[in-house]
């Protein structure tokens, strides 16, 4: 559960953590359309090669990084077994097995050369998404910061009366108390097996089952945090973003800049290179 890479943050001293953090959530959605817009051989591995160079610029620890992608390996493996057994094409790699269903039916499985290029990309996908968001906005911001990104960037929206102060502070907050939650759940798992609690063993019925001596303590925990959270917003006189100063004053300076329109020239190279169709291209 602490490898969840929302909500943290990694002190460091790097170019990415000193950056203006509306250029880093902008940067963020920029990367994740340039993800999408990779569909052969030759994109993909220009975007894996981003994705190492951000790693190697924030300074953070690789280990924790690879540590953030455990939680995804059931979502990878059954991405990857539904592209190979799913996606038909042109070169047959196996011959026809049938597997029985129930009276005449019978399920015919072909694996073709198309369905394993297919499983690979999904998957450098769904990886190269996850490193690029965590190292550019998760790992490198603090949840000050990112409210203040929001609050600015969608500012021009409280001309017609959209409470963005109130959405990016409520934002802020759900990513600050996700690794609170993930820690309190597992004292609350730790003093359930204390007690003789068995999470492991048994069907998947069984598991869902014992989970729910769980849940219910971790809901009274969640909601008295939230009160006690309340509480102390109201005794500092929290009245929303009305006349409220900041400490630090967001200032985009030229590598902020510079770094944006370096993105946006990666993509316009991605879409390009989509183009050229070396290698296999995604259908």
Same mark, same amino acid.
């Given at each position: 559960?602490?490898?969840? &890479?929302?909500?943290?943050?990694?002190? #460091?001293?790097?170019?990415?953590?000193?950056?203006?953090?509306? &250029?880093? @959530?902008?940067?963020?959605?920029?990367?994740? @359309?340039?993800?999408?817009?990779?569909?052969?051989?030759?994109?993909?591995?220009? !975007?894996?090669l981003s994705a190492v160079l951000l790693c190697? @610029? %924030?300074?953070?620890?690789?280990?924790?990084?690879?540590?953030?992608?455990?939680?995804? !390996?059931?979502? *990878?493996?059954?991405?990857?077994?539904?592209?190979?057994?799913?996606?038909?094409?042109?070169?047959?790699?196996?011959?026809?097995?049938? !597997?029985?269903?129930?009276?005449?039916?019978?399920?015919?499985?072909?694996?073709?050369?198309?369905?394993?290029?297919?499983?690979?990309?999904?998957?450098?996908?769904?990886?190269?998404?996850?490193?690029?968001? %965590?190292? *550019?906005? %998760?790992?490198?911001?603090?949840?000050?910061?990112?409210?203040?990104?929001?609050?600015?960037?969608?500012?021009?929206?409280?001309?017609?009366?959209?409470?963005?102060?109130?959405? #990016?502070?409520?934002?802020?907050? #759900?990513?600050?108390?996700i690794p609170t939650l993930m820690d309190e759940?597992?004292?609350?798992?730790? #003093?359930?097996? &204390?007690?003789?609690?068995?999470?492991?063993?048994?069907?998947?019925?069984?598991?869902?089952?014992?989970?729910?001596?769980?849940?219910?303590?971790?809901?009274?925990?969640?909601?008295?945090? &939230?009160?006690?959270?309340?509480?102390?917003?109201?005794?500092?006189?929290?009245?929303?973003?009305?006349?409220?100063?900041?400490?630090? !004053?967001?200032?985009?300076?030229? %590598?902020? @800049?510079?770094?944006?329109?370096?993105?946006?020239?990666?993509?316009?190279?991605?879409?390009?290179l989509n183009r050229q169709g070396i290698g296999?291209?995604?259908?």
């Amino acid at each position: 559960m602490k490898s969840i &890479a929302f909500g943290q943050y990694y002190p #460091a001293n790097s170019p990415i953590h000193r950056m203006d953090p509306r &250029a880093k @959530v902008i940067l963020t959605v920029l990367y994740i @359309v340039c993800t999408f817009l990779c569909r052969n051989v030759l994109c993909f591995a220009a !975007i894996l090669l981003s994705a190492v160079l951000l790693c190697l @610029v %924030s300074r953070i620890p690789l280990r924790m990084i690879l540590r953030s992608i455990r939680p995804l !390996i059931m979502i *990878l493996a059954f991405t990857s077994l539904i592209n190979v057994f799913m996606t038909k094409g042109e070169h047959l790699l196996t011959p026809t097995w049938q !597997i029985p269903l129930w009276g005449s039916r019978v399920w015919r499985i072909k694996i073709y050369e198309e369905g394993l290029w297919n499983a690979l990309f999904m998957i450098l996908r769904i990886i190269i998404l996850l490193i690029g968001t %965590s190292v *550019l906005l %998760s790992y490198t911001t603090t949840p000050i910061a990112l409210t203040d990104a929001l609050e600015r960037l969608f500012s021009p929206l409280k001309k017609i009366k959209v409470p963005v102060h109130d959405i #990016a502070m409520m934002t802020t907050i #759900a990513l600050r108390f996700i690794p609170t939650l993930m820690d309190e759940t597992q004292r609350i798992m730790n #003093a359930q097996k &204390a007690r003789g609690a068995d999470f492991s063993s048994g069907g998947l019925i069984r598991r869902a089952k014992a989970l729910l001596p769980v849940l219910v303590p971790l809901l009274v925990s969640a909601f008295n945090r &939230a009160y006690e959270l309340a509480a102390a917003m109201e005794c500092r006189c929290y009245h929303g973003g009305e006349g409220r100063t900041r400490l630090k !004053i967001l200032r985009l300076r030229f %590598s902020d @800049v510079f770094a944006v329109m370096l993105l946006v020239a990666f993509g316009v190279g991605i879409f390009f290179l989509n183009r050229q169709g070396i290698g296999y291209t995604m259908k």
